[in-house]
């Protein structure tokens, strides 16, 4: 089975602090994704990555950013968090290729900032 | 631009009742279409997908078809039980995609009662 984790389940963090979410998956999937989700818009795209090292913008990249030094590792980093960051993250991996519309979901980051 | 919109929910039924949640998307070309389901406290997970118009989707009792008529592709099932209840998620990836980038649609709850 495919497993996505994500370092914390909940998060609470002050304003202006940096903050890092780490995901890690174990299947050698080359797409890996940021999303977050908010009641009433669904899941909106961040960031995602397609190999090692690269990463192209989602739908709303400002006040973010992400790293990707290894296969199995996703990173996305509040550069100075802010109240408006306050959601849910989910990371998710799939693979490229004619499968690659599967993704596969972490349990989620619940992230409050006060 | 590409884009997925879902029924409103939540949607509460009894346990065996018919169930409906309504999708409709906007795409250029010819997408896959997709739902995914929330269980809580959990990420999201596959359901059923289709990938081409006249296309049904089927899983655990649920089903979907692909209209490209009426760009619809409503999730069904004929009798829900209390462990339905959970957050469903349209989504589409677009034909022209080459990343695995997928749109969500803004989620219905469902909420069965015994």
């Known amino acids: 089975d495919v497993k996505v984790t994500q370092s914390s389940r909940y998060l609470v963090k002050r304003t202006g602090e940096k903050v890092f979410l780490e995901c890690v998956q174990d299947?050698?999937?080359?797409?890996m994704f940021w999303y977050r989700q908010d009641p009433g818009l669904g899941l909106r795209l961040i960031y995602f990555?397609?190999?090692?090292?690269?990463?192209e913008k989602g739908d709303i990249p400002e006040g973010y950013s992400v790293s990707r030094e290894k296969k199995e590792r996703f990173s996305l980093i509040l550069e100075s968090a802010s109240t408006n960051q306050t959601s849910m993250y989910l990371c998710?991996?799939?693979?490229?290729?004619?499968?690659?519309?599967?993704?596969?979901f972490g349990p989620g980051t619940r992230l409050l900032v006060l | 631009g590409n884009s997925v919109t879902q029924m409103e929910g939540p949607v509460t039924l009894s346990e065996e009742a018919f169930l409906t949640i309504n999708c409709t998307y906007t795409?250029?070309?010819?997408?896959?279409l997709f739902w995914y389901v929330q269980y809580p406290g959990e990420g999201l997970q596959l359901l059923l997908k289709?990938?081409?118009?006249?296309d049904k989707g089927s899983n655990k009792g649920f089903e979907a078809t692909y209209r490209k008529e009426t760009t619809s592709f409503h999730l069904e099932k004929g009798s829900v039980q209390v462990s339905d209840s959970a957050v469903y998620f349209c989504?589409?990836?677009?034909?022209?995609?080459?990343?695995?980038?997928?749109?969500f649609g803004q989620g219905t709850t469902l909420q069965v009662k015994p």
């Open positions: 998710a991996s799939s693979l490229s290729g004619p499968d690659q519309e599967t993704q596969y």
């Open positions: 299947m050698d999937h080359e797409n």
């Open positions: 990555s397609y190999d090692v090292k690269m990463k």
């Open positions: 795409a250029t070309g010819y997408p896959s």
């Open positions: 289709a990938t081409k118009a006249d």
């Open positions: 989504a589409l990836r677009a034909g022209s995609s080459n990343t695995g980038k997928l749109i």
